[in-house]
């Protein structure tokens, strides 16, 4: 679509001064033209460089031809639809690990570098604020990790799959790379048809041409670009209902179906357990993703979480957790993927409510007491905060660790936080605000200070003191309910649970 023509001059102005106004416009866009191309970023505290102003995006589609084989780069094109929120003489765009064949802005071929791990382009034209823009960019996507690499691609023992968290999409495709800014999603993956291609949202299409098949995927809900997924490998899809109807669909190896069977079939409890503490499923779809592959976490990617597949096969798991941990993921559907944190800081929003329901989930089935792990979290809460700041102020991720920002304090630290608080305003408010938390912030964003301000009008009190202490405290208070509680001295360990 091509951008709406700008006013007209007044015709009361005379040609010279029109002359003149023009004259300067021009110099204007040439000068900020002529200026570096610089990387820029939204302002979050922990990820300086990540997003980028200006611009809103309403859409992305995404097509990946995939080669048949992981260690050679994809062809891709990344279409883009946004609105714009400033004036624009260039637009920055996270991506990096790609090689970028061509760029168009509303059809016209634009020009573009990189600066930092920004794609930087310059349109023929300015782009007005308030405008409808379309930016295609063809580009490679490549699944072999560069040095110090952490997310993007995840190769597998027969293709690919995504992790993205936090700070890694752009290394698959162009995007605007931060939570603050969701958007609808459209897939389209070629491979030779001997691969199964699978992605978040529901499939809306199936063209075989000769020896390749198209798999097209669209969400009916906006996504963190964090959260996106594509699975491509030797793959069976499993299908079931789940509650009221939900279409549920895994994707496994082909060869480990069977042996799978019985771990996918509980899926549709565990939501309909979910659903009876915060209420409805929020998305169209839901499914776990068990990759051959080893990462060292799972990942709650949106209607198809990401999990290593030995997870599920390895002996020395023992039931209850694995169980667990299915929910934790599929707990982040409400807390983090539908309800997403508008900066990276709020992170605590997402795995303290995952945690929380982890921990509650084997509590009720697998009589794991809840209290128990929460007494030892207690202890090590201390050490938590020094080595990686307060709850809703983690500290920054060292250089090459960018995913250092999970840390213990954002999981147990976090569900201890939502402990606490249920201890001190009751079972049936905290019961209340969990619902009304996910249903008034469904396909959005929200911050700490929202889930504050819910919490003292449900509680029908003031809690911002409360939560001052224990969100952004260096020391843990007091837990309410148990002044037998105490931290433990630094050279007295307790063995935190296994976080993943």
Not at 29 to 37: G, R
Not at 170 to 175: A, N, W
Not at 249 to 263: F, G, T, Y
């Amino acid at each position: 679509m091509l951008l709406t023509p700008g006013p007209r001059p007044h015709p009361r102005i005379s040609r010279h001064r029109k002359a003149a106004l023009l004259a300067s416009a021009v110099s204007a866009c040439l000068l900020a033209a002529a200026a570096p191309a610089e990387p820029l970023g939204v302002g979050d505290r922990l990820y300086p460089y990540l997003g980028n102003p200006g611009y809103d995006v309403a859409s992305y589609d995404l097509s990946l031809s995939y080669p048949g084989t992981n260690d050679k780069p994809l062809q891709a094109v990344t279409t883009i639809n946004a609105w714009t929120t400033t004036d624009l003489n260039r637009v920055n765009l996270d991506f990096a690990h790609g090689t970028v064949r061509s760029v168009k802005v509303d059809g016209r071929s634009a020009d573009f570098t990189s600066a930092g791990e920004d794609l930087v382009i310059t349109p023929d034209r300015p782009l007005r604020k308030g405008n409808w823009t379309r930016i295609t960019v063809r580009h490679t996507s490549d699944p072999v990790p560069g040095k110090d690499q952490q997310g993007g691609w995840v190769r597998t023992s027969d293709g690919l799959a995504m992790a993205n968290q936090a700070d890694a999409a752009h290394l698959v495709f162009p995007c605007n790379d931060h939570p603050s800014d969701k958007a609808l999603f459209t897939f389209q993956i070629t491979a030779p048809n001997a691969y199964t291609a699978v992605a978040g949202g529901l499939p809306v299409g199936v063209k075989r041409v000769g020896g390749t098949t198209t798999w097209t995927y669209r969400t009916q809900h906006p996504m963190a670009t964090e959260l996106a997924q594509v699975s491509i490998g030797r793959s069976a899809v499993v299908r079931r209902q789940g509650p009221h109807g939900l279409p549920v669909r895994d994707v496994v190896p082909s060869a480990d179906r069977k042996a799978l069977e019985p771990w996918l079939a509980k899926t549709p409890d565990q939501i309909a357990w979910l659903e009876s503490k915060v209420g409805p499923y929020p998305f169209e779809t839901y499914g776990v993703l068990m990759a051959q592959a080893s990462t060292g976490f799972e990942l709650e990617t949106q209607t198809l979480s990401l999990f290593e597949k030995d997870l599920f096969t390895e002996p020395a798991y023992p039931k209850w957790y694995v169980e667990s941990i299915m929910v934790h993921e599929l707990s982040h559907q409400w807390f983090g993927d539908s309800v997403s944190p508008r900066t990276w800081s709020d992170v605590w929003l997402n795995e303290g409510h995952a945690t929380w329901y982890e921990e509650l989930y084997a509590e009720e089935t697998a009589h794991r007491p809840m209290e128990d792990r929460m007494k030892a979290a207690y202890g090590a809460s201390d050490r938590w905060r020094e080595a990686g700041g307060p709850p809703a102020r983690p500290k920054a991720p060292t250089p090459g660790q960018k995913i250092g920002i999970f840390r213990p304090n954002v999981y147990d630290g976090a569900a201890l936080v939502l402990y606490a608080l249920r201890q001190e305003i009751g079972g049936p408010a905290f019961a209340r605000l969990e619902r009304r938390w996910v249903q008034g912030h469904r396909d959005s964003t929200a911050t700490t200070a929202d889930f504050v301000q819910l919490a003292s009008a449900v509680a029908d009190r003031d809690l911002s003191g409360f939560f001052r202490a224990w969100l952004y405290g260096e020391k843990t208070p007091p837990m309410p309910g148990h002044p037998d509680w105490k931290p433990l001295p630094a050279n007295q360990s307790t063995k935190a649970p296994a976080q993943r």
